[in-house]
């Protein structure tokens, strides 16, 4: 299949809408064909299995792949077999592949994180026990949850949510923390104890939006995704985020997040725009944060001011000391 002139007006030939194979992906991949089929545009799913799914026996900080749950949708949109790619924005990798682009960012569910507690549990996260233990598999939340309560022990989990939500249950924690957005998209919200403030915890980069990748060279497809899937506050948002992640050398090999958001009621075309960033130690000493507030055409070149700032407070070291690989 040849990607190049594939667009909406094809009736005989639907776009080929490539995705992963779990119950989240899944959701959020037949969501976007909602949307496409809605402003005219045929499209029926593939799924693509990615080394992330596959490799389930690790911490994603050990496989040592910022593509890992990506680089094989990456190839399907470069070999033609797709036509379309739909991430969860926080997957997508700081650098995306020569001969792709991100062409459409979705609007933006809650970017922020959820406690989750066990069922024996009955507080909040203010009420865990002094050496409580927390899982998750995310090197940010780890970082974060040390640096507002060191006396916490953080277990490392893997799988999809709905497994992770069995491992809980049949562990002895007392709760692990999850996506907000994850959970209300798979109709889980219950298990929402408590959503996390961004004080506390920054969320992660694009986290709570869907990004969808096409091949840089389709100009009608690109166009098409734009017009019936882009919404121009989260696009804005994700841009400053990425920007920082981007200067950071970031990902979910390094415990690092940033938040963008319109207070009030600004728009992404004359509000402004407020972004968070923090870089931490795997054990959240140093907890490097900064806030800034930028002009929304300035978002980009705010992310990474932003990023430049905390490497150059230490940030520089400390990351170094994660990754000494690089």
């Given at each position: 299949?040849?990607?190049?002139?594939?667009?909406?007006?094809?009736?005989?030939?639907?776009?080929?809408?490539?995705?992963?194979?779990?119950?989240?992906?899944?959701?959020?991949?037949?969501?976007?064909?909602?949307?496409?089929?809605?402003?005219?545009?045929?499209?029926?799913?593939?799924?693509?299995?990615?080394?992330?799914?596959?490799?389930?026996?690790?911490?994603?900080?050990?496989?040592?792949?910022?593509?890992?749950?990506?680089?094989?949708?990456?190839?399907?949109?470069?070999?033609?077999?797709?036509?379309?790619?739909?991430?969860?924005?926080?997957?997508?990798?700081?650098?995306?592949?020569?001969?792709?682009?991100?062409?459409?960012?979705?609007?933006?569910?809650?970017?922020?994180?959820?406690?989750?507690?066990?069922?024996?549990?009955?507080?909040?996260?203010?009420?865990?026990?002094?050496?409580?233990?927390?899982?998750?598999?995310?090197?940010?939340?780890?970082?974060?949850?040390?640096?507002?309560?060191?006396?916490?022990?953080?277990?490392?989990?893997?799988?999809?949510?709905?497994?992770?939500?069995?491992?809980?249950?049949?562990?002895d924690w007392h709760g692990m923390v999850l996506a907000v957005a994850?959970?209300?998209?798979?109709?889980?919200?219950?298990h929402i104890r408590e959503k996390i403030a961004p004080r506390v915890?920054?969320?992660?980069?694009?986290?709570?939006?869907l990004g969808i990748a096409c091949a840089s060279e389709n100009d009608?497809?690109?166009?098409?995704?734009?017009?019936?899937?882009?919404?121009?506050?989260?696009?804005?948002?994700?841009?400053?985020?990425?920007?920082?992640?981007?200067?950071?050398?970031?990902?979910?090999?390094?415990?690092?997040?940033?938040?963008?958001?319109?207070?009030?009621?600004?728009?992404?075309?004359?509000?402004?725009?407020?972004?968070?960033?923090?870089?931490?130690?795997?054990?959240?000493?140093?907890?490097?944060?900064?806030?800034?507030?930028?002009?929304?055409?300035?978002?980009?070149?705010?992310?990474?001011?932003?990023?430049?700032?905390?490497?150059?407070?230490?940030?520089?070291?400390?990351?170094?000391?994660?990754?000494?690989?690089?």
């Open positions: 299949m040849s990607s190049t002139g594939a667009c909406a007006s094809e009736e005989a030939s639907p776009l080929v809408l490539g995705t992963r194979g779990s119950r989240l992906a899944l959701w959020q991949a037949r969501r976007v064909k909602e949307q496409l089929e809605a402003g005219g545009h045929a499209a029926r799913l593939r799924e693509i299995t990615t080394t992330g799914d596959r490799r389930q026996d690790a911490p994603l900080s050990e496989l040592n792949d910022e593509a890992v749950f990506t680089k094989e949708l990456d190839r399907a949109l470069l070999d033609g077999g797709i036509h379309l790619a739909v991430h969860s924005l926080k997957d997508l990798p700081s650098h995306v592949p020569e001969g792709i682009t991100l062409a459409a960012v979705s609007a933006r569910a809650s970017p922020l994180d959820a406690f989750v507690a066990h069922p024996s549990f009955e507080g909040k996260l203010k009420d865990l026990p002094e050496g409580a233990t927390l899982a998750t598999a995310s090197l940010r939340r780890r970082a974060q949850l040390k640096a507002w309560r060191p006396d916490l022990e953080v277990a490392p989990v893997r799988g999809n949510v709905d497994t992770r939500l069995q491992k809980l249950a049949h562990s994850g959970l209300r998209r798979m109709g889980l919200a219950e915890m920054v969320p992660a980069v694009g986290q709570g939006a009608a497809l690109r166009s098409a995704l734009r017009r019936t899937l882009h919404d121009e506050r989260a696009g804005t948002c994700a841009a400053a985020e990425r920007a920082f992640m981007k200067a950071v050398g970031g990902g979910c090999q390094v415990p690092t997040g940033a938040y963008a958001r319109f207070p009030g009621n600004g728009d992404a075309r004359s509000g402004r725009l407020l972004l968070s960033g923090c870089i931490a130690g795997l054990d959240g000493e140093p907890l490097l944060r900064e806030e800034r507030t930028t002009r929304p055409e300035d978002a980009e070149a705010t992310g990474r001011a932003l990023a430049e700032a905390l490497l150059e407070q230490g940030g520089r070291e400390v990351l170094n000391e994660i990754r000494p690989y690089e």
